[in-house]
């Protein structure tokens, strides 16, 4: 989305970080909850994620110079660097993303010239509702629009990832930069990871709604076990390798996972599996049900995704496992599950509109009284 009309207020802080001079121009890319589908993605298989009405804001104005000159309404940490001297450094923190995308934008041959830019998010950091994507992605659409660059919303999505992988160092995958480069309001994007396929569906929710649930437990998704997860699950790809040629565990099937479950010896490993193979048909099942406006069975394949992330994944911990209990337990709630990578971060609720504030008011006391600090009830869109 692009924006001729800076908001009053990120123009006063923009002038007053870089100066006087030409008005920028604004910049926005949302954040995206993922319906159904975790830890599918960099498995090969289908995610079902929409975007969020809340995300991250940009204002940017070309130089003359090789200058990148970044400050953010969110952070203290300014950074003024020349092009020819980036490379990533753990101090440069929430920066490295906007230097990141300057890099893997000009290892692509697509040159960007000195800029200054101020960023302004209101996604909750960590909360896996992927500010760092979103951010990556508003940087991407300010750079390609003011240098006219030709860069495609899917090769804005592969950048994008690149940037977090090879530059920042966290080995995600295609899911979170695509919908939220490719997404449209309203709407949720089934989507096959390996493929770049997709197709749009209507979030038909008649009186419900997707409300997403913050533990404010923060995760560090490049600290978590998130790369230890990757790591199983291609070592279980490299044991069924023995008897069937799958380039990703979402190319199996449930039943022949268990067929040749026994060529898989560490029961750790076959778990991780489970899990993904489970997880692919789920998503597939979830897509339907949404199509078809069966809320009932949407609900139930959430549940028994957390139940999967739960038992055979290991991702959830004691503050999304008991969101998601206090969630189930509430009248109103067709079904709940973890989102994101996990590890803390945001769980979501199918609930009907008329049960929400009862929902909150439950969750913020219980979940308080087992944990020791509140959760947030987001209002927000999807």
Same mark, same amino acid.
């Given at each position: 989305?692009?924006?001729?009309?800076?908001?009053?207020?990120?123009?006063?802080?923009?002038?007053?970080?870089?100066?006087?001079?030409?008005?920028?121009?604004?910049?926005?890319?949302?954040?995206?909850?993922?319906?159904?589908?975790?830890?599918?993605?960099?498995?090969? #298989?289908?995610? &079902?994620?929409?975007?969020?009405? @809340? !995300?991250? /804001?940009?204002?940017?104005?070309? +130089?003359?110079?090789?200058?990148?000159?970044?400050?953010?309404?969110?952070?203290?940490?300014?950074?003024?660097?020349?092009?020819?001297?980036?490379?990533?450094?753990?101090?440069?923190?929430?920066?490295?993303?906007?230097?990141?995308?300057?890099?893997?934008?000009?290892?692509?041959?697509?040159?960007?010239?000195?800029?200054?830019?101020?960023?302004?998010?209101?996604?909750?950091?960590?909360?896996?509702?992927?500010?760092?994507?979103?951010?990556?992605?508003?940087? #991407?659409?300010? &750079?390609?629009?003011?240098?006219? @660059? !030709?860069? /495609?919303?899917?090769?804005?999505? +592969?950048?994008?990832?690149?940037?977090?992988?090879?530059?920042?160092?966290?080995?995600?995958?295609?899911?979170?930069?695509?919908?939220?480069?490719?997404?449209?309001?309203?709407?949720?994007?089934?989507?096959?990871?390996?493929?770049?396929?997709?197709?749009?569906?209507?979030?038909?929710?008649?009186?419900?709604?997707?409300?997403?649930?913050?533990?404010?437990?923060?995760?560090?998704?490049?600290?978590?076990?998130?790369?230890?997860?990757?790591?199983?699950?291609?070592?279980?790809?490299?044991?069924?390798?023995?008897?069937?040629?799958?380039?990703?565990?979402?190319?199996?099937?449930?039943?022949?996972?268990?067929?040749?479950?026994?060529?898989?010896?560490?029961?750790?490993?076959?778990?991780?599996?489970?899990?993904?193979?489970?997880?692919?048909?789920?998503?597939?099942?979830?897509?339907?049900?949404?199509?078809?406006?069966?809320?009932?069975?949407?609900?139930?394949?959430?549940?028994?995704?957390?139940?999967?992330?739960?038992?055979?994944?290991?991702?959830?911990?004691?503050?999304?496992?008991?969101?998601?209990?206090?969630?189930?337990?509430?009248?109103?709630?067709?079904?709940?599950?973890?989102?994101?990578?996990?590890?803390?971060?945001?769980?979501?609720?199918?609930?009907?509109?008329?049960?929400?504030?009862?929902?909150?008011?439950?969750?913020?006391?219980?979940?308080?009284?087992?944990?020791?600090?509140?959760?947030?009830?987001?209002?927000?869109?999807?």
């Amino acid at each position: 989305m692009h924006t001729n009309e800076p908001n009053e207020k990120l123009l006063a802080a923009f002038f007053e970080n870089f100066g006087d001079g030409a008005s920028p121009q604004e910049f926005f890319a949302p954040g995206r909850v993922n319906i159904i589908g975790e830890h599918t993605d960099y498995n090969g #298989g289908h995610v &079902l994620p929409a975007p969020v009405n @809340l !995300g991250t /804001t940009v204002l940017i104005r070309p +130089r003359n110079d090789n200058q990148i000159h970044l400050a953010s309404t969110n952070f203290p940490l300014r950074m003024n660097i020349s092009i020819p001297n980036i490379e990533f450094r753990k101090s440069n923190d929430w920066a490295n993303y906007p230097l990141g995308m300057v890099h893997v934008f000009s290892r692509a041959g697509r040159i960007p010239g000195g800029f200054e830019a101020l960023f302004s998010g209101n996604l909750p950091n960590g909360a896996g509702l992927s500010s760092s994507a979103s951010l990556n992605v508003a940087i #991407g659409k300010a &750079l390609n629009q003011i240098f006219d @660059l !030709g860069i /495609t919303h899917e090769e804005m999505a +592969r950048l994008a990832q690149l940037c977090e992988n090879d530059f920042v160092g966290v080995n995600c995958g295609i899911m979170d930069p695509f919908a939220i480069a490719m997404g449209r309001p309203g709407e949720a994007v089934l989507l096959n990871c390996n493929q770049l396929k997709f197709k749009f569906i209507p979030l038909n929710l008649g009186e419900y709604k997707i409300v997403i649930v913050n533990t404010n437990k923060r995760r560090a998704l490049a600290d978590s076990k998130y790369n230890e997860r990757r790591a199983q699950c291609d070592a279980a790809v490299e044991y069924l390798a023995q008897k069937t040629t799958i380039p990703y565990l979402s190319y199996i099937s449930l039943s022949d996972l268990e067929i040749y479950s026994s060529y898989i010896p560490d029961e750790i490993l076959l778990r991780r599996a489970r899990h993904v193979v489970s997880e692919e048909q789920r998503v597939l099942n979830a897509a339907k049900a949404l199509e078809s406006g069966d809320l009932s069975e949407l609900g139930r394949l959430m549940s028994e995704s957390h139940a999967s992330l739960r038992d055979d994944y290991e991702v959830t911990g004691i503050e999304l496992d008991t969101l998601v209990n206090e969630a189930l337990a509430a009248e109103g709630v067709l079904g709940a599950r973890m989102t994101g990578a996990g590890f803390g971060g945001c769980a979501i609720a199918l609930a009907h509109k008329d049960a929400i504030p009862a929902l909150a008011a439950r969750l913020n006391a219980n979940y308080t009284a087992a944990i020791g600090y509140a959760p947030t009830v987001y209002d927000m869109a999807v």
